[in-house]
């Protein structure tokens, strides 16, 4: 028996886990000495691991490359010799046919690790000549990449998880981290036993809300309007640092013209708030000594996402909370490893270390060290993945090369989705588990899964974290990097890495902000968070000293914009808002925990709709009764889970059910910067099934 370091596959909160292994099988997860989680786990970091002795709960686990030679025709086991050169062959055609552009990749934000998406996306930009590269990150927190680089300069927590409970004050704004970072939730109520003030605004009343000094239950969709609210109580009431204002940052005047139209008591109807909550909210946010703003999805799936990020960005530049221990802005990333994918350069905007795809000179350096032609580099900013479905059927994107993400699982409007994938002449798809989107692949590459191979991640406070391999997988499949190397090297490109200490220190040695995280130590620390520009420099635990922001004028830059409605708003056919949501004992796509036995028996129906007693009794549905969810885009069966925690004229679903999946409800109204959908806002109807 041994016992194997690694850092959990789940979710950004980092955990670090032994794996125990007996005989080249995993017999149970220990909680191991992180600095992010202190010998604790949740229960996907102690039972999240049995997929990989091969349960077949929910999928079978790809062991084979396939190929799918005619569209329509069955998948066909094949040598991987075979699966490359088809794959070189086709990829190749087409790029030949239609350019690079036609040609759309991505990265993955789970299990694989860094050095892979390293490796990816310069397949992409050196192999393809493509920026049309991007990764999950497009579907949850694009939108905190761009608001807060455009804001203070880098897209990540401007803090420490770790430092979060010396903070004096957390607002909390749409972020669930009971059921998304569950190791995340206790330092919040280590903070509240610590005499932290706590306000939470989320329409539910989620667990957080429970020990919250102030909830605001605010109506959905409201996020923007309410922000301006709070910019405005903090001017109006002279709640704000004036001094630090004048001193660090730029926009005063443009930020108090923006929102002097949303006093607190003009946006009553549209927050659902009163305007003493959000007055007192602000009262307490500004005097407290310190204090932290956090947020999820319920403020990232948004079509006007990104202005908000920047809104609640200018709370903390407003107050002064920004630039030192125990204060700062808190997006805290979803996916495992979400801030390394994007760390990596799986964005179709910028190369490893954020270097802008549109800089010459950043380009010239990628080049030159890749052996590339720098003419033949992309020089245009690449597709995102929500852009793909409508861009396959205007005849733009021809192919698409998937690795670790399942688009037919977790995009808005799967029909839409569906559709583009049919436009598409050739899907290759590089996974662990038949997903939905392997199941419409015409090539499948099987990939060595967590646990069998070892990397890097980032957690979500920009903390490097190496994890080790614990087993040798079984079945004929090979690690995510040297798949793409063989493909690299069929179209041309000779690609050969020794391991992944070699990709890394290619990575690094291109990247300023990471220069200094050698693999050594990461090995001596564990925990490593950029910017580390030096050998001998620690890690950054907080961002901003001295106040100076990684904007082109070092100055923070205040923001507020208009509040738009959401695109689709509940009326008389469809009364209903649906909200997307996360359920704790499953993640993502639940390709891995849905294979897992323990997590598996915690809930096996397919999926509830939460909704309010006041609505349910009104339609005629009681508690556990299965129920048709029904969108102008699709319909689901599910079943009723009625809760007061549920505010009323809203229901709320997980999408991480094949049956019922409620992205066949959403829709993709787009954030206009980042591209991200509109997944927490559509209109629906819910009708009772009769007989069960
Ligand atoms: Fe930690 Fe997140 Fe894994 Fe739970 S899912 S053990 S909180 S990393």
């Not at 995009?411 to 436009?423: Q, S, T, Y």
């Not at 590089?430 to 967590?450: C, G, H, N, Y």
């Not at 106040?547 to 004028?553: H, I, L, M, V």
Request: glycine content about 8%; some cysteine; overall charge negative.
């Amino acid at each position: 028996m041994k016992k194997i370091t690694s850092v959990c596959p789940y979710c950004g909160a980092g955990c670090k886990l032994k794996l125990v292994v007996e005989k080249n099988k995993i017999v149970r997860a220990e909680a191991a000495e992180g600095v992010t989680n202190q010998n604790q786990l949740c229960l996907k970091g102690y039972y999240g691991w049995d997929f990989l002795n091969d349960t077949r709960l929910l999928t079978p686990r790809l062991t084979q490359p396939m190929i799918r030679y005619q569209k329509g025709g069955k998948l066909e086991p094949v040598s991987w010799d075979e699966a490359i050169r088809y794959t070189a062959e086709r990829l190749s055609d087409i790029k030949a046919k239609y350019g690079p552009r036609a040609i759309m990749t991505t990265g993955s934000s789970r299990g694989t690790g860094n050095e892979t998406n390293y490796v990816m996306q310069k397949f992409a930009r050196g192999v393809l000549n493509t920026n049309n590269v991007d990764c999950c990150a497009r579907v949850c927190h694009g939108p905190s990449v761009a608001g807060l680089q455009q804001t203070l300069g880098n897209g990540a927590m401007s803090n420490s998880i770790s430092d979060i409970e010396n903070s004096k004050c957390l607002l909390i704004f749409g972020y669930n981290c009971a059921d998304s970072h569950p190791i995340v939730a206790r330092r919040v109520i280590k903070a509240k036993q610590n005499g932290t003030r706590v306000i939470v605004c989320d329409p539910r009343k989620i667990e957080t809300a429970r020990i919250a000094d102030r909830h605001l239950q605010i109506n959905n969709g409201c996020n923007m309007a309410l922000v301006n609210a709070f910019i405005y109580t903090l001017l109006e009431e002279n709640l704000y640092n004036s001094d630090y204002v004048a001193q660090y940052t730029e926009g005063l005047d443009a930020l108090r013209d923006t929102v002097s139209d949303y006093a607190p008591e003009n946006v009553e109807d549209i927050t659902g708030v009163t305007a003493k909550q959000i007055r007192e909210a602000m009262r307490i946010y500004a005097a407290a000594p310190s204090a932290t703003v956090m947020w999820g999805m319920g403020v990232t799936q948004f079509g006007q996402a990104v202005d908000v990020v920047k809104g609640l960005s200018t709370l903390a530049l407003l107050t002064g909370n920004l630039g030192r221990e125990h204060v700062g802005v808190g997006p805290v990333r979803g996916q495992n490893n979400v801030q390394g994918a994007c760390d990596m350069g799986v964005i179709p905007n910028q190369f490893p270390g954020y270097q802008d795809v549109v800089d010459p000179q950043v380009r010239e350096k990628f080049a030159r060290a890749w052996g590339v032609d720098p003419a033949l580099m992309d020089d245009q900013v690449g597709v995102r993945i929500t852009e793909v479905p409508h861009l396959a059927l205007e005849g733009k994107v021809k192919a698409y090369y998937i690795m670790g993400e399942d688009p037919l699982q977790t995009e808005a409007d799967l029909g839409l989705v569906r559709k583009g994938f049919e436009a598409l002449d050739f899907v290759v798809v590089q996974d662990i588990f038949m997903t939905k989107t392997a199941e419409a692949a015409d090539v499948l590459l099987p990939a060595t899964s967590w646990g069998e191979h070892g990397g890097v991640f980032t957690c979500a406070d920009r903390g490097f974290q190496r994890f080790e391999k614990a087993i040798e997988p079984q079945g004929n499949v090979k690690r995510d990097w040297e798949i793409i190397s063989l493909l690299a090297t069929a179209m041309g490109y000779p690609m050969h890495y020794r391991d992944n200490q070699q990709i890394w220190d290619e990575m690094r040695e291109l990247c300023p902000l990471f220069f200094g995280v050698t693999w050594e130590k990461m090995g001596d620390m564990g925990h490593v968070q950029w910017p580390c520009p030096t050998l001998d420099h620690p890690g950054t635990p907080w961002l901003y000293e001295g106040n100076r922001f990684d904007t082109p004028s070092g100055k923070g830059q205040l923001f507020a914009a208009k509040w738009r409605k959401p695109a689709e708003v509940p009326d008389a056919d469809y009364p209903l808002v649906l909200c997307t949501v996360r359920e704790v004992g499953h993640y993502s796509c639940r390709s891995m925990t849905g294979n897992c036995a323990a997590l598996q028996t915690l809930a096996d129906e397919p999926g509830f709709v939460q909704i309010n007693p006041q609505d349910a009794e009104r339609l005629g549905v009681t508690d556990r009764q299965l129920v048709w969810v029904s969108s102008r885009r699709g319909k689901v069966i599910s079943r009723a889970d009625v809760s007061e925690r549920i505010n009323q004229g809203a229901v709320y679903m997980t999408y991480q059910w094949w049956i019922g999946a409620c992205n066949e409800l959403t829709q993709d109204n787009l954030d206009p910067v980042s591209k991200t959908p509109e997944t927490k806002y559509c209109a629906v109807k819910l009708e009772a099934i009769a007989d069960q």
